[in-house]
């Protein structure tokens, strides 16, 4: 048995400095079968970097305070203090605090199976320089720690952070 304050878990944020506050409790806690981060996203922070999918792990993500807007396949969707949404492998999202929220937003994101996903399985959907049109690019972290997305169509690569 293992026990941690989530006030005691070391702030690990996004290198992209899209979130002030996240705290990665599967690894304070050592977890191998799932992923657990706690976030307070103020306005305008998000959970990510950007409108991605996971291809290795489903997200489920609980909002525990304030109102959480998703940028989903399907539209827009807002969830609510109390309120879950789920995100199978393969369906892009990116969960957010709109801009013009009066209040932060406090919330969890799961991530299964396994206690990390493996970068190379995540997508993200940008605006490609050569395409000129928004396609899915891969992520890989370089070794200074930043983010480089790679065209799946054309192969053009641009590093973020």
């Not at 996971?54 to 959480?68: I, L, N």
């Not at 969830?79 to 709109?98: H, K, L, M, T």
């Amino acid at each position: 048995m293992e026990k941690v304050s989530i006030d005691e878990v070391d702030n690990e944020t996004n290198p992209m400095g899209v979130h002030s506050v996240r705290r990665p409790i599967s690894a304070a806690l050592g977890f191998t079968d799932f992923a657990m981060n706690y976030f307070e996203l103020e306005p305008g922070e998000s959970f990510s970097g950007g409108y991605h999918t996971h291809h290795d792990q489903e997200e489920v993500f609980y909002v525990e305070a304030g109102t959480a807007a998703f940028d989903t396949e399907d539209g827009t969707v807002t969830v609510e203090s109390g309120d879950v949404i789920r995100f199978a492998p393969g369906e892009f999202q990116q969960g957010y605090n709109p801009e013009d929220a009066d209040e932060r937003v406090v919330g969890f994101a799961f991530g299964a199976p396994g206690a990390q996903h493996e970068w190379d399985q995540i997508e993200s959907l940008v605006h490609c320089r050569v395409c000129e049109d928004e396609r899915g690019h891969g992520l890989t972290i370089t070794d200074d720690g930043a983010f480089e997305l790679t065209c799946t169509d054309c192969e053009n690569s641009f590093v973020l952070g």
